[in-house]
């Protein structure tokens, strides 16, 4: 390979590398606007059909600098009346890392509600570890996140 493919190459990893960090996760920003919450699926979904349901474009509405989709008309006004009883905890950061002091995407396919409340895990596994002790990682996550909400992603690892 020559030196110019080499520049091409390492130009060209670069670019993805810079778009793949211009988000900022603690407020769901990118430099193009709010950032997508629950990776488009639709938070009420959760509370009423008790599963992960994809959202649409069409169904948006855009809650403390991230946009929300919704599957119906009718979870879009839902959540618009009462937004608070829907978000996921953390910022949809994951339940379990927060418990350990980080913050690590929660992919809402791994869910669950406590209390009314929702929940997200990065994962299948870590999902497995957080159900062992729902209520005490729950409480290490609500005094951890006092800590480090404010703080990127980044910064705590």
């Known amino acids: 390979m020559n030196v110019i493919s080499r520049t091409m190459w390492l130009l060209v990893f670069c670019c993805v590398a810079f778009a793949a960090n211009d988000t900022n996760t603690t ?4 430099s193009k606007g709010p950032g997508l919450a629950l990776h488009g699926y639709d938070a009420v979904a959760f509370f009423t059909e008790h599963r992960a349901v994809e ?15 919704f599957s ?11 937004p608070e009883k829907y978000v996921p905890q953390f910022g949809g950061f994951c339940a379990y890392g927060v418990s350990v002091g980080a913050k690590f995407d929660g992919d809402p396919r791994y869910w669950k509600i406590v209390g009314g409340k929702l929940y997200v895990n990065l994962n299948g596994d870590i999902q497995q570890t957080w159900l062992k002790d729902v209520s005490g990682n729950i409480h290490k996550a609500e005094k951890a996140w006092g800590k480090i909400a404010a703080k990127p992603a980044a910064a705590l690892k």
Do not use: Q
């Open 55 to 69: 959202g649409t474009a069409r169904h948006a509405v855009v809650y403390n600098e991230a946009t929300y989709r």
């Open 72 to 82: 119906s008309e009718e979870n879009r006004a839902a959540f618009a009346r009462n």
């Open 27 to 30: 407020s769901g920003l990118t």
